[in-house]
T-cell receptor
Framework: GENVEQHPSTLSVQEGDSAVIKCTYS??????FPWYKQELGKRPQLIID?????GEKKDQRIAVTLNKTAKHFSLHITETQPEDSAVYFC?????????FGTGTSLTVIP | EAGVTQSPTHLIKTRGQQATLRCSPI?????VYWYQQALGLGLQFLLW???????NRGNFPPRFSGRQFPNYSSELNVNALELEDSALYLC????????????FGPGTRLTVT
């Protein structure tokens, strides 16, 4: 089956700096890559996703890049704000099966 | 549109007992996924149901089981509870197909004493 690795497990940045979280996957058949944000005590919520036929997608301060050849994808958050502090999960999917990374705890220091 | 709902919010059981957790997907969604999230850890895939059938299960012992009803709601049963089963159990639903967002419920916090 698919194996998704996520790094780093924890990340601290100063407010206003950028944050980058990276994920790798093993199954070249995976074709949909969502990112979820889970704030403390809340449910995970989708923040951005990318499909295998696209290399990059942006939504305001958030962007995701996908390198199919290298089988990795990354989440980029620019101009970080304290409310970006949360746990972020990447996932790779094939068909209806979702495989999640282990999560990155992001702390934005005011 | 109502979101994914789960009940109960909290559940306290003693070791050896059975727990039943329930999930109602978003209207029109046919797939339900169950995940275990232990404190400080990631989302561990438990079970996936679609159209009433179990499609896949994660690396969990058989005492974790469930079912999906004709209205697509789902139930997760955990038998012979162990202390390490204490966790947040999340369910998520999709409209089928690997290209659709998973919508998560608020979770059930299971505590085993």
């Amino acid at each position: 089956g698919e194996n998704v690795e996520q790094h780093p497990s924890t990340l601290s940045v100063q407010e206003g700096d950028s944050a980058v979280i990276k994920c790798t996957y093993s199954d070249s058949a995976s074709n949909y890559f969502p990112w979820y944000k889970q704030e403390l005590g809340k449910r995970p919520q989708l923040i951005i996703d990318i499909r295998s036929n696209v290399g990059e997608k942006k939504d305001q301060r958030i962007a995701v890049t996908l390198n199919k050849t290298a089988k990795h994808f990354s989440l980029h958050i620019t101009e970080t704000q304290p409310e970006d502090s949360a746990v972020y999960f990447c996932a790779a999917t094939y068909g209806n099966q979702f495989y999640f990374g282990t999560g990155t705890s992001l702390t934005v220091i005011p | 549109e109502a979101g994914v709902t789960q009940s109960p919010t909290h559940l306290i059981k003693t070791r050896g007992q059975q727990a039943t957790l329930r999930c109602s997907p978003i209207s029109g969604h046919t797939s339900v996924y169950w995940y275990q999230q232990a404190l400080g850890l990631g989302l561990q895939f438990l079970l996936w149901y679609d159209e009433g059938e179990e499609r896949n299960r994660g690396n969990f012992p058989p005492r974790f089981s469930g079912r999906q009803f004709p209205n697509y709601s789902s139930e997760l049963n955990v038998n012979a509870l162990e202390l390490e089963d204490s966790a947040l159990y999340l369910c998520a639903s999709t409209n089928g197909g690997g290209h659709y967002e998973q919508y998560f419920g608020p979770g059930t916090r299971l505590t085993v004493t």
